[in-house]
């Protein structure tokens, strides 16, 4: 999702139970009945203004594979370096450069290998600090207040706020 400094935007194995540095597990949070979500495939945090979409190392060795690319060729042709880290590069425009979009939907090109940022919004520390941060959020993002979205249950959202890779 677009913010300062990272967008958003399912690793094959559950989210690293144990918690990022400096998170804090929240015994009896505000979204303990749970958070409705659904992506309308809107593409708001996959565009807008310049940002960064982070990779881990495992990121991009899972995106390398499903590109059927050597790393070195996948980092080569979609990767640059940010202040010590990595992100996916942009289209002209700041499209993701993964963002395709097609009868008005905007969809991921390598959605099934998104990046751990991507996996884990909404579900960001930043957007569950309080009920006005996560109405803030779901300004640019209409999956964050659709009343038929699917409901996460708050283990899920613990998990993926307090992901060692998920931006807090
Ligand atoms: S609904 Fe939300 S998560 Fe889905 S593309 Fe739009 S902004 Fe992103
Ligand atoms: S990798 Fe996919 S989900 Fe993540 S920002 Fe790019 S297009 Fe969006």
Known sequence: MPSSSSRRINLPQAPNPVPAPGV???????YGMGLRFHCTQCGNCCSG???YVWLTYTDMLRIADFLNLPVDQFTRRYVRQVSGGFSLIEK????CIFLNRQDGKAMCGIYPVRPT????????NQNLA?????TQAAARCPG?????????APDHI????????SPQ
Do not use: I
């Open 24 to 30: 804090s597990v929240q015994p009896d949070p505000w």
């Open 158 to 165: 613990e998990k993926c706020r307090t992901h060692p890779e």
């Open 144 to 152: 964050m207040c659709d009343a038929d979205a699917p409901m996460y």
């Open 117 to 124: 940022q991507c996996r884990t919004w909404p579900f960001w």
């Open 49 to 51: 203004g310049p940002g």
């Open 130 to 134: 309080s009920p006005d941060a996560w």
């Open 92 to 95: 002209p425009g700041y499209d």
